[in-house]
Structures are given as C-alpha cells and as structure tokens.
C-alpha cells in the first residue's frame, strides 16, 4: 500500500481540471443543433400563422428567436430559455433568456418571441453589451391574431420590435418584471 502525498493528490486534482472543464464548453454537443431546430421550427410557425411578419423580418437586421421561454409564479417568479440570433438566415450567436418578477402573480407559462432589431445600431448593442435587459426601447406585439401583426410605420421606426406568441398556460396577477438575455454556448 502506498501512501499518498499532499503534493501527489493536488498535483492529480489539477491534472484533471482541464477533463473537467471541458465536460461542459458545449463542444462536441447537439445543443446547438437541437436550438437551430426549433428556431426553424418556430420560425415557420410564425410566418405560417402570422404571415405579415415576414415583411417585418425582411426590413430587420437581425432577429433573436426564442423557441421556448417558461415562466412560473406565485408572488417570485422566474422564467428561463434559450434560443439563435439570425442575421440573413445563419445563426450568429446563441443566447439564453433569464426573466424575473415580483408581485402579485400565480400560475405558469410557455411562449415564444421573436425580437426583430430595426436598425443596425440597435443589433450592435445588443452584440456589444455583457447580457443584455429588456427595456422601454422594445415594443411589444402581444396579439395572436396574424391580421393584426404587421410592420406599421410606428412599429417600422421602433429600434427592436418583439413578437409574442404561442402562449400556453395560465399566469395572472400584476407584477413588475424584466428579462435579461445572455450569450451561451450550448
């Protein structure tokens, strides 16, 4: 039986951090992959069902698509997905979506959004910036009629214009919230 050493140990430990470390860099894994799947998927619900996005897509200059966002509450809440940026159609980049919320708020929820960036300054900032919050520069599109979603000159001149839709579940109450979008690698 031998012994083993303080020095043997740690020099062993540190020789296997880098095994370690790499179980986790999304290398060699389908996650980007499975996300560029259900982008497409999305995408192609979204201009099926709601037709007039196209034209909105077709001015943008960049769009975060995010396939599956769940949200929960019941006074905290929280919510979390992941999803592709597009520049004409090739995924750049892949970023997650944390959402928090306080209030008076219970039950639970499945959406996807799309965020259509208007103007290059717009896409820049939000390549540029360390995660990336929601803020009173979007305008929101809640309406899940496909007549009623459309590139009007107010939505046209807005610099991120996001698209919600496909909302299953239920979640009521009145709550003050915020989503911050992250880069990942899957």
Partial sequence: MSNLSRRSFTLGALAGVPLLAACGNGV???????????????????????????????????MLVMPLVTEAGFGLGGGYGRGALRINDTTVDYYSATKGSIGLQIGAQQFAHVMFFMTEDALEKFRRSNGWAAGADIEYVFNDRGENIRAETTTATAPVVAVIFGQAGLLAGASLEGMKYSRIIP
């Fill in 28 to 62: 060699g894994s389908k996650g980007a992959e499975r996300i560029d799947a259900r982008v497409d998927s999305t995408l192609n619900h979204l201009y099926t069902n709601y037709p007039n996005t196209q034209s909105l897509a077709a001015k943008s200059t960049g």
